[in-house]
């Protein structure tokens, strides 16, 4: 290995292949998210790994067999972090998504502080921490992922273990009033600081980080300003730097110019009779605000009759946590909203809400990101928020509005050229959808044109490039293929 090369080992909560049992048949399916997308090619390139649970806790499948085919193909290594049902039920389903998750999407009157939660997240962290630590060397640029693994690098120094270690929040990072309710609020923040890079979506998430930090540890000091900034803790130093995540462009934009696709999205128009189309595609969460949009539209009607049988309001939502009470309970919420309101407004030939409930192929998404006229895309808090990113750099036609919730991270990057509503302002997200129908097409264009000009330079792959530039000084170019 060069001198300064380092292999990349990607460390996060699942495994970019997942492990599923079909007619009794285990089975290996390829992870295909923008980050899957954009990090393979480095691991591939420089003999990298990635570390992570395989997504099953049952006994009989045969996980290293599975991945090693899957691996072997991938052109990196996988370690798989083996997690019994107890330790998912207490980390990912308790600690992570019952009291982070809410927690940090400043909705703290859903988080359930129980101690049982912590202690699994803390025991389960320290055995992802043994596993990187045996599968890496001090050569290594560790870079662990999400809320669900924070006390990474706390455990691979109290273990002796020499790392440089970056860490990247995919979440918002809550205001302190907020951050202050966790009762593990200072362990978890000084687990924070033993990273060498700790990677935020906006400033904002990261000025929010800075402000519990300066209340709970009095003795860090920041230095420096712009994206990187450097904290002094009196013993150690690291490094806080924004890095607003993206999607890889050209590859939704090539699909979305595919004939295939072009005639899906004209199918789902004319199914439609070629009214205005409003968009909704989400994870079926709580914070993602689908029964706030859904009432917003309701408004929408209310106040406008004019648009009565002029419009569609299509929301996709995938279902997530099933087996969760709560999201549940949201199902049903969703549900009975789509049919009150069809059930106010319908007329023969005319149902205005389109709801699916079921996630679709690629080439499916990317067919209605393209019929749509208008993305709603209004989630409560976000971290950043693809699905926005995803419409623009589909919107082949270029006259698409895209109307974004100020409390998404994507509208800190957005906001010149989106259309900016607050998701609990119904009348206001009414307002603005009648407004954004009445745009005329130049006006229409030159938003989306500077929208899809931003994302298409500031893409994945420029996200990446940002966050090993600060932790390493490299960024991808500096990958070259293993065998040249
Ligand atoms: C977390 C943070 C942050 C949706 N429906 C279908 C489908 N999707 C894909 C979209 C998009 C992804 O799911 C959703 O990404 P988001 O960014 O909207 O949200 P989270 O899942 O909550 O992600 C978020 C993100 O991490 C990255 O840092 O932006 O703030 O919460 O890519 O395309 N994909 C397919 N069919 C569907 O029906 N194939």
């Known amino acids: ?52 649970w395989s997504g099953t806790s049952e006994e009989d499948a045969d996980v290293e067999g599975l991945l090693s085919d899957f691996s072997a193909e ?21 600690f992570s998504n019952e009291i982070i998750w809410p927690l940090f999407h400043d909705l703290q009157t859903r988080c359930r502080f129980e101690p049982d939660s912590w202690r699994m997240y803390l025991d389960v962290n320290f055995k992802f921490a043994e596993v990187v630590a045996r599968s890496t060397t001090q050569d290594d640029f560790v870079w662990i992922h999400d809320y669900h693994l924070m006390h990474q690098a706390f455990f691979l120094k109290s273990m002796g273990v020499k790392r440089r270690t970056g860490f990247f929040l995919h979440i918002p990072f809550p205001p302190p009033d907020i951050f202050m309710k966790l009762p593990w609020r200072w362990k978890l923040i000084q687990a924070l600081t033993e990273f060498d890079l700790v990677g935020f979506q906006t400033i904002q998430d990261r000025r929010n980080f800075t402000n519990s930090l300066h209340r709970l540890m009095p003795e860090a000091s920041v230095k420096g300003r712009g994206a990187v900034v450097t904290v002094d803790m009196g013993s150690h130093q690291f490094r806080l730097g924004t890095f607003p995540i993206s999607i890889d462009y050209n590859q939704f934009a090539a699909i979305a110019n595919r004939p295939e696709v072009a005639r899906a999205a004209f199918d789902i128009k004319e199914a439609l009779r070629h009214r205005k189309i409003i968009l909704g595609v989400d994870r079926l969460d709580y914070t993602k605000g689908i029964p706030e949009r859904i009432r917003s539209i309701q408004t929408l009607l209310r106040r406008y009759p004019d648009l009565h049988g002029q419009l569609n309001f299509i929301q996709i939502a995938v279902p997530s946590r099933e087996e969760v009470d709560e999201y549940k309970d949201l199902r049903t919420e969703i549900e009975q909203l789509v ?26 998404l990317v067919a209605y990101y393209c019929a749509a006229d208008i993305a709603l895309v209004t989630p409560l808090r976000d971290g950043m928020n693809l699905v926005a990113k995803e419409y623009c750099a589909c919107n082949v036609s270029g006259d698409g509005v895209l109307v974004l919730s100020e409390f998404a991270g994507a509208a800190a990057q957005l906001q010149k050229d989106a259309y900016l509503v607050n998701p609990y302002d119904l009348e206001g997200v009414a307002k603005a959808l009648h407004r954004a129908f009445h745009w005329d097409k130049g006006q229409r264009q030159s938003h989306m044109s500077r929208l899809r000009d931003l994302i298409r330079k500031n893409n994945i792959y420029w996200w990446v490039d940002s966050f090993l530039q600060a932790g390493i000084d490299r960024k991808l170019g ?7």
């Not at 049919?339 to 499916?364: I, K, L």
């Open 339 to 364: 049919s009150r309101v069809n059930g106010e407004f319908s007329f023969p030939g005319w149902v205005p809400v389109h709801y699916h409930y079921r996630s679709f192929p690629p080439e499916e």
């Open 478 to 484: 500096d990958f070259p293929p293993v065998d040249t």
């Open 74 to 94: 991938a052109g990196y290594d996988l370690r798989t972090v083996p997690l019994t049902s107890d330790e998912v039920a207490g980390y990912y389903f308790g």
């Open 1 to 52: 290995m060069e001198t300064g090369m380092r292999r990349l080992v990607v460390v996060s909560n699942r495994l970019p292949a997942a492990l599923s049992r079909e007619d009794g048949q285990w089975k290996v399916n390829a992870g295909s998210g923008g980050l899957v997308t954009a990090l393979a090619p480095v691991l591939r390139n420089r003999g990298g790994m990635w570390i992570g």
